[in-house]
Nanobody, 118 residues
Framework: VQLQACGGGLVQSGGSLRLSCAAS????????MAWFRQAPGKEREFVAT????????DYADSVKGRFTISRDNSKNTGYLQMSSLKPEDTAVYYC????????????WGHGTLVTVSS
């Protein structure tokens, strides 16, 4: 599956953004999906994940209560709704997909930059 993330941009602290991750090439519903991010000078970190059906989600403690991951399998698209953004959320955000039975996220999209100004 090929992934394309978009929706990043510049937003003020306290603002909101919605990232999208469009999938093509394979049946999107066969993959669980996640968002990761990498801030300047830091390692990539997990943000959120959602199961293939969308019935279960999990979040990093740093974004819990502020970010919401979702997906629409009919549109082959995943989303990350980000609210109450903080300057420390500034990073390149990546979507990733993991096929059932795989032990890792084997499919990654190009990142989209989110910049939160104070």
């Amino acid at each position: 599956v090929q992934l394309q993330a978009c929706g990043g941009g510049l937003v003020q602290s306290g603002g909101s953004l919605r990232l999208s991750c469009a999938a093509s090439g394979r049946t999107f519903s066969a993959y669980s999906m996640a968002w990761f991010r990498q801030a300047p000078g830091k390692e990539r970190e997990f943000v959120a994940t959602i199961t293939r059906s969308g019935g279960s989600t999990d979040y990093a403690d740093s974004v819990k209560g502020r970010f919401t991951i979702s997906r629409d399998n009919s549109k082959n698209t995943g989303y990350l709704q980000m609210s109450s953004l903080k300057p420390e959320d500034t990073a390149v955000y990546y979507c990733a997909a993991q096929r059932l039975g795989s032990s890792s996220y084997g499919h990654w999209g190009h990142g989209t930059l989110v910049t939160v100004s104070s």
